[in-house]
């Protein structure tokens, strides 16, 4: 369902090592920004930490006192920053982690240990 291609984001190590350039901060920006409401947190922790690698719509649902239009916006949001990607089967859309985008935003923050 996502169309957004891939970003290329072997470009950026650590901040601690170097700037980051431009076109890669506003694709990272993104995801942070969309990874910083706690819903969305919340989703994409149940969604990276999936079982099988993948989780349908109905049992994230569940898991929030909120609306089902409420939680298709945060999904939504998610699919749009590049963190997930998801699939409709059926009635039901299956949402999994994009694994390198999540490395990426991990390996940005990594600060070596001090010697």
Known sequence: MSNQAAPD???CPSLADRRVPAEAAAVLASAFKAL???VRLQLMSMIAS???GEICVCDLTPAFDLTGPTISHH???LRE???VDAERRGT???YRARPTLLR???ALLTVAPAA
Do not use: I, M, N
Request: charged content about 15%; hydrophobic content about 45%; overall charge negative.
């Open 9 to 11: 984001l072997s470009c």
């Open 36 to 38: 910083g409401d706690p």
């Open 50 to 52: 999936a079982e099988s």
């Open 75 to 77: 999904l939504r949001t």
């Open 81 to 83: 920053a590049g963190l």
């Open 92 to 94: 039901w859309v299956y």
């Open 104 to 106: 990426q935003l991990a």
